[in-house]
């Protein structure tokens, strides 16, 4: 009997938990996968880095995709150079990170935390 009520109560939180976990846990945001492998300009004023596994960065890619809006993207885990370039030029290895070049390059902004990269680009609508 005891048996039964363990079985029984380990059924009833797991299907709990199941209906407590959100939606976009379970499906990521996709996105074009042209900005993926289409080259990025050196001097690309925005660059997004990104890990496909990252709630965080599908905030942003969905903020994005809401918005009908394109930035060059590189995927972290897509190779250990972008990785490298991410720790190099931003000093840590979080995604996701806006990459902002200002100042016709002469100054580089590393913007992490993905509401502080939504109210950015909010501020900066695209040309």
């Not at 290895?93 to 902004?109: A, D, F, S």
């Not at 935390?113 to 939504?118: L, N, P, T, V």
């Amino acid at each position: 009997m005891r048996n039964l009520f363990r079985l029984i109560s380990a059924g009833m939180m797991l299907g709990m938990a199941w209906l407590a976990t959100p939606a976009m846990a379970a499906t990521p945001v996709t996105h074009d996968a042209k900005v993926q492998t289409a080259p990025i300009a050196k001097d690309a004023p925005l660059v997004l880095y990104y890990r496909d596994d990252c709630p965080y960065c599908w905030n942003v890619m969905s903020y994005l995709n809401d918005q009908h809006r394109e930035l060059p993207m590189k995927e972290i885990n897509s190779s250990e150079a972008i990785s490298n370039e991410l720790i190099i030029g931003g000093g840590k290895r979080q995604v996701p990170c806006l990459r902002i070049r200002e100042n016709n390059g002469n100054k580089i902004t590393w913007l992490y935390q993905s509401a502080e990269i939504i109210k950015y680009l909010d501020e900066h609508p695209q040309p």
